[in-house]
């Protein structure tokens, strides 16, 4: 991971904070993004122990240097809770539903706004693109 590092590559932790992510890996690992589970985020407006671990993770990330993205943001007020504790990246359904890759290549080369939702062409199993 270090001759990667080394090479330029961007190094990821994902879902920190569940499974087999620990707070070891931080220290052995040049990481360069730490993203926070959904889990931990879909919760923390209501469960003030899920919004101390996302506060937590960020202020980490802040002393390692590294940058945070959190997971499964659906919500502006997940999204206000989050700029709140200094967290400027973060992907999820707020922002855009998944994209085949031939759409994103689309939504890049003619600079139109991600959808929010699935366009009426997609939606009941038709297959049409949404161009």
């Given at each position: 991971?270090?001759?990667?590092?080394?090479?330029?590559?961007?190094?990821?932790?994902?879902?920190?904070?569940?499974?087999?992510?620990?707070?070891?890996?931080?220290?052995?690992?040049?990481?360069?993004?730490?993203?926070?589970?959904k889990?931990?985020?879909?919760?923390?407006?209501?469960?003030?122990?899920?919004?101390?671990?996302?506060?937590?993770?960020?202020?980490?990330?802040?002393?390692?240097?590294?940058?945070?993205v959190?997971?499964?943001?659906?919500?502006?007020?997940?999204?206000?809770?989050?700029?709140?504790?200094?967290?400027?990246?973060?992907?999820?359904?707020?922002?855009?539903?998944?994209?085949?890759?031939?759409?994103?290549?689309?939504?890049?080369?003619?600079?139109?706004?991600?959808?929010?939702?699935?366009?009426?062409?997609?939606?009941?199993?038709?297959?049409?693109?949404?161009?």
């Amino acid at each position: 991971m270090r001759t990667l590092h080394a090479m330029g590559v961007r190094l990821s932790l994902d879902d920190f904070g569940t499974g087999y992510s620990s707070l070891l890996y931080l220290q052995r690992y040049p990481f360069d993004e730490i993203k926070v589970d959904k889990g931990f985020v879909q919760h923390m407006l209501d469960d003030p122990y899920s919004h101390e671990i996302v506060a937590t993770v960020i202020g980490v990330a802040r002393v390692l240097g590294a940058d945070v993205v959190a997971e499964g943001v659906e919500t502006v007020g997940e999204r206000n809770a989050l700029l709140a504790l200094g967290c400027q990246s973060a992907q999820g359904f707020h922002y855009s539903m998944p994209l085949a890759e031939e759409d994103f290549r689309w939504l890049l080369e003619t600079r139109s706004q991600l959808p929010r939702t699935l366009p009426p062409c997609q939606q009941a199993g038709s297959r049409e693109s949404p161009r």
